[in-house]
């Protein structure tokens, strides 16, 4: 994998469908990060989990997208659960204080 990319693996976890996010979420990635959370979320049964323990930088672009996402499933019985941002992450989840939107968590809760 390229150093700037990233890449998206759904899969099922503990009963709960669940992305994989791996690389850098930046302004090239974010629109398909966008897209992947969307899918994701349409797979699950409250909540979906991201994954973000792999990601190695996300800059505003990846922050917007997890809003749009959320704001996609506004109204749908569906959530967005944050499962173990790597700590690159977490500090930009902490200093944006995206960490008070979402749910984050470190390990996948029981289905």
């Given amino acids: 994998m390229n150093p700037d990319q990233a890449s998206f693996e759904r899969c099922e976890r503990n009963g709960h469908s669940t992305l994989v996010v791996t690389g850098e979420i930046d302004l090239v990635t974010a629109p398909t990060f966008l ?11 409250s ?7 792999a990601v190695t930088f996300i800059d505003s672009s990846g922050l917007n997208a997890l809003i749009a996402a959320r704001d996609i499933l506004e109204g749908t019985d569906v959530s967005l659960v944050l499962l173990n941002p790597s700590s690159i992450c977490r500090r930009v989840l902490e200093v944006t204080a995206i960490d008070q939107v979402f749910e984050v968590v470190d390990c996948a809760p029981r289905a």
């Fill in 47 to 53: 909540p979906a989990l991201v994954d973000l323990s």
């Fill in 35 to 45: 897209q992947e959370l969307v899918a994701a979320a349409g797979d699950a049964h």
